[in-house]
């Protein structure tokens, strides 16, 4: 069974620093890689989707790398600002047809100004 | 471009009392719809996903049950709400060409 954590639970940083959140998964045999955004109240916004041929994704600030053979994902902000402040949730789907991700249980960021 | 939306928003209900929350998704046919429930300090949990008109697969056992009337329609029912009913209830659908999943704004159920 294929298990998702995510360290550290929560973080606070000053404005302005890079950060890395961490995903790690136990199955390596992955079809794809999801990280979430929440923000309190709302639903889960999709950042970057990483195929199992990817290494990374990146988007804005934001760039997501994929280590399969460690069972490693990070998501590496960049001049992190306060309204990066939320949770942030990374996803996995297997292959083998399986309908269904395993979700990590995400990381709190707090981005003081 | 595709949507989902979930109503009500919010919903206080007393206990014993029935649920059904909805949710329809727009610009997408036949997708993969999904129920998952969050509780206070606790991951995200999946109720149901449907892979079609009918088809319905349960993770937990609860007394909750899920409906798919029709392509691009999702309903979460109960007959009878218990406390530990209450959570803030999110409906995904998943598609396009890479499969990416993506989530409804959620519905905060209290049972009272």
């Known amino acids: 069974k294929q298990e998702v954590t995510q360290i550290p639970a929560a973080l606070s940083v000053p404005e302005g620093e890079n950060l890395v959140l961490n995903c790690s998964f136990t199955?390596?045999?992955?079809?794809?890689l999801q990280w979430f955004r929440q923000d309190p109240g709302k639903g889960l916004t999709s950042l970057l989707l990483?195929?199992?041929?990817?290494r990374e994704q990146t988007s804005g600030r934001l760039n997501a790398s994929l280590d399969k053979s460690s069972g490693r994902s990070t998501l590496y902000i960049a001049a992190s600002q306060p309204g990066d402040s939320a949770t942030y949730l990374c996803?996995?789907?297997?292959?083998?047809?399986?309908?269904?991700?395993?979700f990590g249980r995400g990381t709190s960021l707090i981005v003081h100004p | 471009s595709q949507t989902i939306h979930q109503w009500p928003a919010t919903l206080v209900q007393p206990v014993g009392s029935p649920l059904s929350l909805e949710c329809t998704v727009e610009?997408?046919?036949?997708?993969?719809l999904y129920w998952y429930r969050q509780a206070a300090g606790r991951g995200l949990q999946l109720l149901f996903y449907?892979?079609?008109?009918?088809?319905i697969s349960s993770e937990v056992p609860q007394n909750l049950s899920a409906s798919r009337p029709q392509d691009r329609q999702f309903i979460l029912s109960s007959k009878k709400l218990l406390l530990s009913d209450s959570g803030f209830y999110l409906c995904?659908?998943?598609?396009?060409?890479?499969?990416?999943?993506?989530f409804g704004p959620g519905t905060r159920l209290t049972v009272l």
């Open positions: 610009g997408t046919s036949n997708p993969n």
């Open positions: 199955d390596s045999a992955i079809y794809n």
């Open positions: 995904a659908w998943r598609g396009g060409g890479y499969n990416e999943q993506f």
């Open positions: 996803a996995v789907r297997l292959k083998g047809g399986s309908y269904i991700p395993t």
């Open positions: 449907s892979v079609g008109i009918g088809q």
């Open positions: 990483i195929q199992s041929s990817q």
